[in-house]
């Protein structure tokens, strides 16, 4: 699980361009939209590419986001659980 | 000065001149169809898509004396000047080779398609400069001047309108051809796509079912001038009385969530145009059916005190055309203040925006004596336009 | 007199170099294209990590658009809504366009992204000026060859003569194949320390040096 989560915040700082942000500046808990990274609705939108492109995982409908991208760690749960 | 509508033209699946495309609006006839796979997209997509081989026969039914055209002419392009020969046919006192005539073409991707590798070859690399295409079309109507591009997102169409207008007030021309084109292509198609913006059925604006937007191509020219020799028939003149854009400054791609970007359009057009909130007679909205767009919307119609006027949205006819939207729409517009006819939005069931406003259901007959077109885009900027038929008395 | 209009400030970003109001406020050679313009961002410590995500027009016309208003800060003066944004220049979105061409041209690796899709339309960047200054005014974006200071400036002068707007932020951002160039100006009735008379000769003058 932390080695997803580490993999994860890398991937995130690139699909994302957080070039100002390293890794270790990342919470895994933190929230991803409000307070936490600040993250946009594109940022959002474009962490459903990055479900699909680096992991094989598409999601349909976007309003599913919401849950599954409350934090990093609920995204690596996420991805952990549908990973064919 | 008044700044009054010579001549117009739409070109679209639902006809190649503003009358047949009115004609199929007022029995709420639709453009957009269902494409299974295709070059645009590998999934199907609800789209408003012109006829290539019907587009092609027109050009060349145009073009079978005019020899010395040996260019070849992109899709877009062809849609532009099918357009304009339209609008020349339509009023033939228009000199559009004199100095005194400007083009302005509206368009947010123009020849987009080029970029495609299946293209590249067949065109001049230059010829995806948006310029360049300008050039292109000007210089087949031997017009003398350089032509204005404005490429403005989805406001581009209305925001040609107005500076069309603007620059007819400084005298340098008498006459601005303002033409709004853009094409169906899988660049555009695949970016809305990957924004999850697209419904999988026709649009349906202002609805509470709406779930987001379709696509379309087409072209839509409107001929501006201050000449009153240009005039045909004068009870049918439309006057452009007043216009201004705005941003919402907010964010690039969401709507203000307050509406007053667009609300601050509204109300510096209707200053300039000294007319009152309970004057106009018709609206003809934005409503590309996006959750977000349609709610900005109803809030800015409600604040500006217009939630009453009669309100429609083109988008489930057309599609969204982008930078032919705005022209496109305000000659539907226009007509319908000839014909005192306002059309009924396709697809429109139930209202569901954040505020109430008065949309139009089904096409019906009213007195129209003006009409305020709206419009809103990504980088959070909003225009709108008013114009004005002449009063009978 | 009273339908004068003045060059109240200007910046400029061309072959690594910044101008702001004639003088030359950064330099750096070595440096090339979107890595110089980034440069440019980390000497003048903008705080904003929005700029990172945007695309490299934008990127180039935060900047720029950043001195300008530092040297002369217009929404101080000026009401929000009277403030007009109108930029225009000649290679539109092609930059990002083709980087959005890349991510769908390929079946096999099909991922077209939002955040790239978004920056496909040249007036994003005029959004971008307008979100981080929160200016509300009239917003046009222009495509030319060439910067036309003669157009520009006759359409900015009605613009203000008519009262559309009482300032003006405008000029030319063009990036395409690491090519850069930057020039933005405001556009007020006060001359200001500049004391330049907005004509096209004035714009060419500034805008060739």
């Given amino acids: 699980m932390d080695a997803l989560i580490d993999q994860l915040k890398g991937e995130i700082i690139e699909q994302l361009n957080l070039e100002d942000l390293k890794k270790e500046d990342i919470d895994a808990d933190a929230p991803l939209f409000g307070e936490g990274l600040g993250l946009d609705s594109i940022d959002a939108l474009e962490l459903i590419v990055l479900l699909e492109k680096n992991h094989g995982i598409k999601i349909a409908n976007p309003a599913d986001g919401k849950k599954i991208f409350q934090s990093i760690r609920s995204m690596a749960e996420f991805i952990k659980a549908n990973k064919k | ?393 | 007199m009273e339908n004068k209009n003045y060059i109240s400030s200007y910046c400029a970003a061309k072959n690594g170099e910044v101008i702001v109001d004639h003088t030359i406020s950064y330099s750096e050679k070595t440096l090339l294209s979107v890595d110089f313009i980034k440069s440019v961002y980390k000497h003048f410590q903008f705080n904003y990590p929005k700029f990172y995500k945007m695309d490299h027009l934008c990127k180039l016309a935060f900047v720029t658009s950043e001195l300008l208003l530092k040297s002369n800060p217009v929404t101080q003066k000026y009401s929000s809504e009277d403030i007009a944004i109108i930029i225009s220049n000649s290679t539109s979105s092609l930059e990002i366009d083709t980087e959005h061409q890349n991510t769908i041209s390929d079946k096999g690796n099909y991922f077209p992204s939002p955040a790239i899709f978004v920056y496909t339309l040249s007036n994003i960047l005029i959004g971008e000026i307008a979100i981080r200054n929160s200016i509300k005014g009239e917003n046009t974006f222009f495509i030319f060859d060439k910067f036309d200071p003669v157009f520009m400036s006759s359409y900015i002068n009605s613009l203000l003569k008519s009262g559309k707007a009482k300032c003006c932020i405008t000029g030319w951002v063009d990036f395409y194949e690491n090519k850069y160039e930057s020039f933005l100006y405001t556009v007020e009735k006060e001359q200001g320390t500049l004391k330049i008379e907005h004509t096209s000769e004035q714009i060419k003058k500034l805008y060739n040096n």
């Fill in chain 2, 1 to 393: 000065m008044n700044v009054f509508v010579a001549s117009d033209n739409i070109i679209s699946p639902l006809g190649f001149t503003s009358s047949e495309n009115f004609e199929q609006l007022i029995k709420m006839h639709t453009g957009v169809t269902r494409i299974e796979k295709s070059e645009l997209s590998e999934e199907a997509v609800c789209a408003a898509i012109i006829d290539t081989k019907k587009l092609n026969a027109e050009f060349q039914k145009q073009n079978h004396t005019n020899k010395a055209s040996e260019i070849e002419y992109t899709r877009l392009e062809k849609m532009a000047i099918i357009s304009i020969n339209d609008c020349l046919k339509q009023n033939p006192k228009i000199n559009i080779a004199s100095k005194k005539t400007l083009l302005v073409l509206s368009t947010t991707k123009g020849n987009i398609d080029l970029l495609d590798a299946s293209l590249a070859s067949r065109f001049d690399k230059k010829r995806v400069y948006l310029w360049e295409t300008a050039k292109i079309i000007a210089g087949y109507f031997k017009n003398p001047n350089q032509p204005i591009v404005v490429s403005n997102a989805c406001i581009s169409g209305v925001l040609a309108i107005i500076i069309g207008k603007r620059l007819l007030e400084d005298n340098t021309y008498d006459t601005v051809i303002v033409s709004g084109v853009d094409i169906m292509t899988h660049f555009v198609v695949s970016g809305f796509q990957s924004f999850k913006a697209i419904s999988n059925e026709v649009a349906k604006p202002y609805d509470s079912k709406r779930d987001g937007i379709s696509l379309g191509e087409g072209c839509g020219t409107i001929v501006l001038t201050n000449n009153p020799e240009l005039t045909l028939n004068i009870e049918q003149q439309i006057f452009v009385k007043g216009g201004a854009s705005s941003n919402d400054a907010n964010h690039i791609s969401g709507p203000s969530r307050t509406g007053d970007g667009l609300l601050l359009a509204i109300e510096k057009t209707l200053k300039e145009a000294n007319v009152k909130a309970e004057e106009v007679n018709y609206i003809s909205g934005h409503g590309t059916a996006t959750l977000y767009n349609d709610d900005m919307e109803s809030i800015a119609i409600s604040d500006a005190q217009l939630a009453a006027v009669p309100m429609n949205s083109l988008k489930s006819y057309f599609g969204h055309t982008l930078g032919a939207a705005g022209l496109i729409e305000s000659i539907v517009g226009i007509h319908s203040m000839r014909k005192n006819t306002l059309i009924g939005t396709y697809n429109f069931n139930e209202l569901g925006v954040a505020k109430p406003i008065n949309i139009i259901k089904d096409t019906t007959s009213a007195v129209v004596n003006n009409c305020l077109k709206t419009s809103a885009g990504f980088g959070g900027c909003n225009a709108a336009v008013f114009f004005q038929k002449v009063q009978n008395n």
